[in-house]
DNA sequence: AGATTAACCGGAGAGATCTCCGTTTACAAC
DNA sequence: GTTGTAAACGGAGATCTCTCCGGTTAATCT
């Protein structure tokens, strides 16, 4: 009973309707121009949908809430750098020492907030409920590279732990308040993951 | 010219009007009870108002903003706390050596962030603007002890690091999500700080 | 006590987020 | 083409945050 007439494509929600989908991408579209011209801070739903002739509903129905439509934004870019550390070029891909990777990976993170500060700022200030995709990506990642870098440590944590100094806030806040470079982070980080992959149990 | 007829008590704001200062209080003490009664995800300020039969603008103009409420609510006890690790008994306080005071310290942070796990997801969400004066506190007394720690590394750098992981969103989601009792989390900041005070430069 | 005034008060209102539900529409089956 | 229906649509509305401003009051000076 209630078998379906297609085979649903995996992963994909079963087909979107056309109209349902150029809703999707005008949306999106929309979005992604308000903010190159007034900035990521002030993105009102409210506004885009107008923008986008469309209700507000819509808009709702499409994306959730605003970490929806902000996660959208940033998936093709977020797509590209997920690949280069899962299967690029090394130091970032797989073929360097993991600890030298680690360190590479830690410094393209920072890169990453560091283009996209205004998205990411709006994204971790709306994200309460669950944890990004993305998020859970990197924690798996840098979870296998530290087990393999420092087999005796409890590499799930120190995942979080150096994950954790990576955020858009943060790091606004040490180069716009602290007068820090870019440079001077990623220095710090490496610093800090040369520490806990030497270190003894 | 311009004189102040009595002068003005240092850090203090003049003065409060005794109208004015009822208010907070009342304002303060209500908040304070229906968190303890509804939780405090769903504070509404609006409701607070009602409840303290005083209009929404005298709650906005004693406490700015909803993080300026949290901060309220939150200070008897952070003021305590201060106290505890500025001038309390060893280790938390002075006398111990300093890479043990790191670990008192942060390990006293995660309590702190258990306990008052409700108001700080409140105050991270809504704290956009100005970093809290708390964190402040916790950065200058952390880099000082790292200082003493590790003479060599970046102090105020690897400060902001060890601070970063505990946040009461991450460590929401380390206990509810990834099932992290509150010792696995202070044992593995344990071992970054371990690492990170007895690195090399 | 009476007058003066700076500070405070209340609550309407602008603008935002998100929900709900009656109406419309795309698509498949016939 | 017609038809049936699940999916999508739109936008009014419930709430919320925060601002603004005309009226009120506490504290001070005479």
Redesign the interface.
């Known amino acids: 009973m209630c078998e379906r007439r297609s085979l649903p494509i995996v992963g994909q929600p079963q087909q979107e309707r056309a109209d349902a989908a150029r809703n999707r991408r005008k949306i999106i579209e929309v979005a992604a121009q308000m903010i190159a011209e007034q900035g990521a801070e002030e993105l009102s739903l409210d506004e885009v949908a107008r923008a986008a002739c469309v209700g507000v509903g819509t808009v709702y129905r499409r994306f959730g809430d605003r970490a929806g439509l902000v996660l959208a934004l940033i998936d093709d870019r977020e797509r590209r750098f997920q690949s280069e550390f899962l299967s690029g070029p090394p130091p970032l891909g797989p073929g360097a020492p993991a600890d030298r990777r680690v360190v590479a990976f830690l410094h393209a993170l920072v890169d990453r907030v560091v283009a996209q500060q205004g998205l990411l700022?709006l994204l971790e200030?709306e994200m309460?409920k669950r944890?990004s995709g993305p998020y859970q990506v990197y924690h798996v990642h840098l979870t296998a590279l530290l087990g393999q870098a420092c087999p005796h440590?409890?590499a799930?944590?120190?995942a979080?732990?150096l994950l954790?100094?990576i955020?858009a806030?943060?790091i606004a806040?040490?180069r716009e308040?602290?007068g820090?470079t870019i440079e001077?982070?990623k220095?710090?980080?490496a610093?800090?993951a040369?520490?806990?992959t030497?270190?003894g149990p």
Chains 1, 2 share one sequence.
Do not use: W
């Open positions: 700022l200030k309460t944890t440590a409890d799930a944590y120190l979080d732990a954790a100094p955020n806030r943060l806040f040490q308040e602290r820090m001077e982070i220095s710090g980080l610093h800090l040369r520490a806990v030497c270190a």
